[in-house]
């Protein structure tokens, strides 16, 4: 069975189109399980079968040398290799079956020193600090917890609700002098974010929408992705974790 | 390394061996790989996604199929059956029923591109493989073609509808320059990627169906005498009861379609049950529509005056059924229709190429996949290319009728192909799904489509042998050959 504070992170590579993974995020990720998902996505007058004869060694290597990257940190990983004319489906599909906690959506990370981790009241909280706790724990980084409310009057329950991720945090083993609270009045929470996340290096967040065969990303998480330059750790709303959080 | 599949049917056979193993194998298990609802996983552990759903399915399938039966035919089919016309299309869709069962159970136990070619390669060996997969290029390069004559003819019906057809009026050959310039925006197109083609398609089939079914509704409604018409008095079968059988000849290039579903078979979501509703439920879609246009048209102007109107009469019809407004709706119907069909039956052309060079019967270098584009651009310049030159002969009815022989052949050697498959019932054959009314189903469905080649043309027929020869040929003189070699050669 899974190691409770194991957590797996999917990370899709477009294999075949140079993408790579920063060093930097590679290091991140030591601690975790590595889903590591290269694809290849075709147009759709191409048969997946077609594209898989013709590059399908060439991948394998790309493969093996971004396997070789993650396990020299130490990461546990698990390959997948796809032919797809639909990325999103594919990332989705394997997200589901691998059972992962987060998605990687890549973006370049010259440094990782400062991470911000927005929170909602409505948000899987159990999951995201597993995932948070997970990565910092054993890393020198800063973790920022932010919450964007409209008014001043809703400041103190912000700063409540940042308490309690503290409090959930330090408990599964994350030192406290790595995080930060704050609680920002803004009108528009997600530029609010978007500002905050200027000078952080990655973003975890969770996922909009709950996902059974519904879309992956959240608009948010997206818009944020493309408006920052470092990458965005996405923390999936899970079944799973829905139970767990509402036994809680 | 763990291998992510989510269950589902896991293939018991086993081996995969190095692909030059496979162009020479008979044996499919080699490359089948485990399938499940969503993905199929090859023994390397690689993984091909599952994309397109049953609403997919269906929009190939009708897409493909619509643009024929009603924007093309209706004229000419009443011009030689009268009508019972309706029955000529009706005995075209029991024909692609009695094929389209079949068919499904081969594609849910080899989901692999290239559909008819892989399965009857596997069934009867490479000699008829060799003979069917050419035969499908060259079928659906005619089919192309076919459509792209028909698209011609709804552009210039527009032209004339927009009263430009004053500038165009000097005796220019109007159809072969409009067919032969589409025919290669649409090669183009198609070489250079065509992001979200499948939404686009099946936006279009949608729209297709709902201005047909309310024109046909009105119209049947109308016919029936409902809002006061005079329907014109008309012997049901004029012309004798051969002409209704020559004239499903001639129609059934309205039914080359469902197949198509077949050769994307590996791309379709939960093949058990996706592949036989949208091969069945596709041809049952059109071949009512079919009938109903047929029954409406005749009613609206009998079938003598119907066929002075030509490909195009269906405008004529909803004209006076719905006024101007009508034939406008039409108008852009018709152009959306056969370019749906030109494009899907190229996409299909250019996966038999790409199956054929899989075992190498015709050069491995036609199925290469452009690396920028990630098209296969040989093969689908080798499609492009002979369907313009055969649209600039401009000749609806042996087009038509050359495209469904060579389709027929290839229908009637599927149904074959199954009676082969399920006698010798060899351990890699697992289909999802079984034919109901096994054997009477395939004999059935192998006789009639045999059959109906008897009754074409001879013009088409002879073409058709010809091709058919021609390919042969190729056989004998290249394939044979360079299967043997295949082995070292390939890597």
Redesign the interface.
């Known amino acids: 069975m899974r190691d409770p504070d194991d957590i797996r992170v999917l990370v899709p590579v477009a294999v075949l189109e140079g993408q790579v993974i920063p060093d930097q995020m590679i290091r991140l990720l030591s601690q975790s399980t590595v889903v590591l998902l290269a694809y290849h996505e075709i147009p759709e007058q191409t048969a997946p079968e077609q594209a898989r004869e013709q590059f399908e060694s060439k991948a394998r290597i790309e493969l093996e040398d971004l396997v070789e990257a993650f396990e020299a940190t130490g990461a546990a990983v698990e390959t997948h290799l796809v032919f797809t004319h639909d990325a999103d489906q594919t990332i989705e599909r394997i997200a589901m079956d691998a059972d992962c906690d987060a998605v990687l959506l890549p973006n370049p990370a010259p440094t990782i020193d400062r991470i911000i981790v927005p929170v909602k009241e409505d948000i899987n909280i159990e999951t995201i600090s597993k995932v948070v706790a997970g990565i910092g724990r054993d890393q020198d980084v800063e973790i920022t917890l932010f919450h964007a409310v409209e008014n001043d009057d809703a400041v103190p329950g912000g700063e409540t609700l940042l308490d309690s991720l503290v409090g959930k945090l330090t408990t599964l083993g994350l030192d406290q002098k790595k995080l930060s609270r704050s609680v920002v009045v803004a009108q528009k929470p997600l530029q609010a974010l978007i500002d905050g996340a200027a000078d952080h290096d990655v973003v975890v967040m969770g996922e909009e929408e709950p996902t059974i065969r519904g879309r992956l990303f959240g608009e948010t998480s997206e818009r944020v992705a493309e408006q920052t330059v470092g990458p965005v750790l996405v923390v999936r709303r899970t079944l799973r974790s829905e139970e767990e959080s509402e036994s809680n | 390394?763990?291998d992510?599949?989510?269950g589902g049917p896991t293939d018991p056979v086993g081996e995969r061996t190095p692909?030059g193993d496979a162009l020479v194998s008979s044996d499919p298990s080699v490359?089948v790989g485990a399938a499940s609802d969503?993905?199929t996983v090859?023994e390397?552990?690689?993984?091909?996604?599952r994309?397109?759903g049953l609403h997919g399915g269906l929009a190939i399938g009708i897409g493909t199929m619509v643009g024929a039966g009603i924007f093309v035919f209706p004229g000419l089919a009443a011009g030689e059956a009268g009508p019972a016309a309706a029955v000529s299309f009706a005995i075209g869709a029991f024909i692609a029923l009695l094929v389209a069962l079949p068919t499904s159970e081969l594609a849910t136990a080899m989901p692999?591109?290239g559909g008819a070619y892989y399965f009857i390669s596997r069934g009867m060996g490479s000699a008829f493989g060799a003979v069917v997969g050419i035969g499908l290029w060259l079928g659906l390069v005619f089919a192309s073609a076919f459509y792209l004559v028909g698209f011609a003819q709804y552009a210039i019906a527009v032209l004339a509808e927009l009263g430009a057809s004053a500038l165009f009026a000097d005796g220019l050959p109007l159809v072969p320059i409009l067919g032969v310039s589409f025919g290669l925006v649409l090669t183009a197109l198609?070489m250079f990627?065509?992001?979200n083609?499948?939404k686009l398609q099946n936006a279009i089939v949608s729209l297709l169906l709902g201005i047909l079914l309310i024109f046909l509704v009105y119209g049947s409604l109308d016919t029936l005498g409902l809002f006061g018409r005079q329907t014109v008095p008309e012997e049901f079968i004029p012309y004798g009861t051969l002409n209704i059988f020559t004239t499903a000849a001639l129609v059934f290039t309205s039914y080359l379609g469902f197949a198509q579903v077949a050769t994307?078979a590996?791309?379709i979501t939960k093949p058990g049950r996706n592949l036989p509703l949208a091969m069945v439920g596709s041809v049952l879609v059109v071949g009512v529509l079919y009938v109903v246009t047929i029954l409406v048209s005749t009613g609206a102007f009998g079938s003598a005056r119907l066929a002075t109107f030509g490909e195009t009469a269906i405008v004529e019809v909803a004209r006076s059924y719905l006024g101007f407004p009508g034939a406008v709706a039409i108008l852009i119907a018709g152009l959306f229709a056969t370019v749906s069909s030109a494009n899907a039956s190229i996409?299909s052309s250019?996966?038999a190429l790409?199956a054929l060079s899989?075992d190498a019967l015709v050069p491995p270098e036609l199925?290469?996949?452009n690396l920028r584009?990630?098209?296969?651009h040989l093969a689908?310049a080798l499609v492009g290319g002979p369907t313009v030159v055969l649209v600039a002969t401009g000749r609806t009815e042996v087009l038509a009728e050359v495209a469904s022989f060579l389709h027929l052949i290839t229908y009637g050697l599927i149904c074959v192909a199954l009676l082969v498959i399920r006698r010798s019932d060899p351990e890699w054959y697992n289909p999802t799904f079984r034919v109901p009314g096994y054997p009477v189903v395939p004999i059935l469905g192998a006789i009639a489509s045999f059959g109906l080649v008897g009754f074409m043309e001879r013009l088409s027929q002879a073409i058709g042998v010809v091709v058919a020869l021609a390919a042969m040929a190729w056989y004998f003189i290249y394939a044979r050959d360079i299967s043997l070699k295949g082995v070292q050669t390939d890597a």
């Open positions: 390394m763990t992510g599949s989510n692909d490359d969503e993905v090859l390397s552990g690689t993984e091909l996604e994309t397109i692999k591109s198609s990627g065509t992001e083609a499948t994307v590996g791309e996409l250019s996966r790409y899989r199925a290469r996949i584009y990630g098209t296969p689908l």
